[in-house]
Each structure stands twice: as C-alpha cells, then as structure tokens.
C-alpha cells in the first residue's frame, strides 16, 4: 500500500468518523495500564501501553518531540488531528501486517502524519 493509498484511506474514513461521532476510547477514563495523549485540536485520547511497543506509534511521539518539545507539566500532544487519531487507534487495534507497517510508518516520517501545524 502507498502513502497516497493511505491518504485516500484517511480522507474516506474521516468523513465516515464525522458521520458517527466520536471513538469510544475518547469517552473513556485513565486506568491502569493505560496513558494520556491529545490530538493537535485538543482531543483527548486515553491509550493502552502497549501501544508503546508499536514502531508506528513511537515514531509519532518522536515527531511529537521535535515538533512540540518534552512537556513539563503538560499533556501530550501529537502531531495529528483527532480524526487521524481515531485512524491509526483502529488500525493498532485491529493489527496489521509488517508490509502495511512499514508503509504506514513512511507515511507518518514523510508527511508527518499531514496535519502538524
């Protein structure tokens, strides 16, 4: 799959994510074994830890890192909007293959997710 490919994915699945309303994993609390993250329009997002293990997703707190600097007292913010986010958290929970992985990695390091502002 290309990066293209993954923009035409995206753009069709934000549309479908207005239509629909929220992710439930935005509704949920902060428990055990889980973290805090917020989108660039300040969408909170609660987030297992084991997403600390996906390449992708550390990939995105890296850019996180050079885009917004290490907080100190404050959230997390990564360099995507909330739709995206709802995105990739139904891709990570859904799995994916090593191909697709890698494709979506380069599509996250080339245009850094396409909404850092």
């Not at 753009?11 to 309303?21: D, F, P, V, Y």
């Not at 329009?41 to 992708?56: G, Q």
């Not at 859904?94 to 990695?105: A, H, I, P």
């Amino acid at each position: 799959m290309t990066p293209k490919k993954i923009m035409k994915m995206v753009q069709k699945w934000r549309i479908e994510a207005l239509r629909s309303g929220s992710s439930k994993i935005n509704e949920a609390r902060t428990y055990k074994g889980h973290f805090v993250v917020y989108a660039t329009d300040k969408i909170r997002f609660v987030m297992p830890l084991h997403y600390l293990n996906n390449i992708v997703f550390l990939e995105l707190l890296r850019i996180s890192e050079g885009e917004f600097g290490l907080p100190r007292d404050g959230p997390i913010t990564l360099p995507c909007d909330s739709m995206l986010m709802n995105y990739l958290v139904n891709i990570f929970e859904r799995g994916f293959s090593k191909d697709f992985e890698k494709t979506l990695l380069a599509f996250v390091i080339g245009d850094k997710c396409s909404c850092v502002h």
